[in-house]
């Protein structure tokens, strides 16, 4: 029963990190996306 709960205490805690590892690409992809976009209306201009 111990190795259950400390099995589901490790899951929890890796599914909370990659949750915000997650977060973090999507942040990051759309710092990306509205630099690209940005650079684009420049050179339209």
């Given at each position: 029963?111990?190795?259950?709960?400390?099995l589901?205490?490790?899951?929890?805690?890796?599914?909370?990190?990659?949750?915000?590892?997650?977060?973090?690409?999507?942040?990051?992809?759309?710092?990306?996306?509205?630099?690209?976009?940005?650079?684009?209306?420049?050179?339209?201009?």
């Open positions: 029963m111990r190795k259950l709960i400390a589901g205490v490790i899951a929890a805690a890796l599914a909370t990190a990659a949750c915000n590892t997650v977060a973090g690409v999507g942040r990051d992809l759309e710092a990306a996306g509205q630099a690209v976009t940005s650079s684009s209306n420049s050179a339209r201009n």
